[in-house]
């Protein structure tokens, strides 16, 4: 399963690029806004830490086919390939999604609730999907298993359109996600430090340190000398 940042912190994605395998790095308008700078220069300054090899996912404001159409080629122009235009899932988007698609640009559909509007999205030629497992959850529904239900409904269908689960609030979110085969998730930078971490994995480190230290002193390192 890939693995994703969703952030436009380029200080914070440039450390986790340098110390993790990140798979690339999905942003939306709420997202860049954060930053409160040009949003094409945040994005330009993402493609340029994160190289022409791992993906990154942009979002349209527009909400007809036609203005897509015109953010999405701004949007490849500038930052490249492996650049996927998300497009929420209304009406106009799932045309424009086609449109995008037939010209053979990478598209993202975002905003997903449901399995059925995950289904129109591959049906429109989305190369993603992106649900939004918590804020599914935080409706009384059941995230993790509209993401299962996507991936089997994609999987029957033949289409080879992936899962990116987005909308996460813990690990076991992405966990779970993981065993019902999604393809990709995009985490936040708080959900992503908690990927990596268990307080007895520190406790084993120090204690590794400690004993090493007691026999052959403070500081000692493994050398040839
Ligand atoms: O890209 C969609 C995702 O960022 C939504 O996440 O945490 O705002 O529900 P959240």
Request: charged share 20%.
């Amino acid at each position: 399963m890939k693995i994703l940042l969703d952030t436009a912190d380029v200080q914070y994605i440039k450390k986790a690029v340098d110390l993790f395998p990140v798979d690339g790095v999905t942003t939306n308008p709420t997202i860049l806004a954060k930053t409160k700078r040009p949003f094409l220069e945040v994005l330009q300054e993402i493609r340029s830490i994160i190289g022409p090899q791992r993906s990154l996912h942009a979002q349209v404001l527009s909400q007809t086919a036609e203005t897509i159409l015109v953010e999405a080629g701004c949007l490849v122009e500038k930052l490249g390939k492996n650049t996927f235009i998300k497009i929420p899932v209304i009406p106009e988007g799932y045309k424009a999604m086609r449109l995008l698609h037939e010209r053979g640009i990478g598209v993202t559909a975002t905003a997903v609730f449901t399995a059925q509007q995950a289904l129109m999205a591959a049906k429109a030629g989305a190369d993603f999907v992106a649900p939004y497992v918590n804020r599914i959850d935080n409706i009384c529904g059941d995230g993790v298993q509209v993401v299962a239900d996507i991936v089997h409904i994609f999987q029957a269908g033949g289409f080879e359109t992936g899962v990116l689960a987005a909308s996460f609030k813990n690990v076991d979110q992405v966990h779970k996600c993981s065993l019902v085969e999604a393809q990709a998730v995009t985490v936040s930078e708080d959900v992503f430090a908690s990927l990596t971490k268990h307080p007895l994995t520190d406790w084993s480190v120090n204690k590794f340190v400690e004993d090493w230290e007691a026999v052959y002193g403070k500081g000692t390192l493994i050398s040839p000398k």
